[in-house]
């Protein structure tokens, strides 16, 4: 192979990594705004919003084994799902700065972060070398 197709091959690996931290990060906001959600419970117009929180993750949490298990195996699959409940706690616990960022414009935002990076991780996962 050529330079220009080891630099090239090079640039994608550093970019599948990047996207992959941000996916994780992205992954890590969204399992934080959930945790501090779950604090919503006094409120009655809400009162169903930690059933619906809790039913999510459950989704989330097999999404993620299925992403992330094929390819790295169990060991990384539940360390993802590690993280991700640590994270979800960790939001319960600091939930008043987490619900300060409620608001559509900030929503939006974070939201497009984090599909745009699943869907990524989902179109690329070919490049990733399976998991023996």
Known sequence: PGL???LVKKAAHTFHLVSLV???LGL???AMLDGAALTAMHDTAHSQLPLAIVLHRFGVGMMLWMMVQPVYGKR???GVLG???LVTVGGYLLSDIFLGLEGADNMAVV???IIGMIV???V???HAVPHH
């Open 4 to 6: 220009l197709e080891k």
């Open 22 to 24: 941000l996916a994780l």
């Open 28 to 30: 890590a906001l969204h």
């Open 76 to 78: 990384a699959a539940s």
């Open 83 to 85: 993280f991700v409940a």
């Open 111 to 113: 939201q497009a972060l």
């Open 120 to 122: 990524h991780r989902l």
């Open 124 to 126: 690329h996962r070919g």
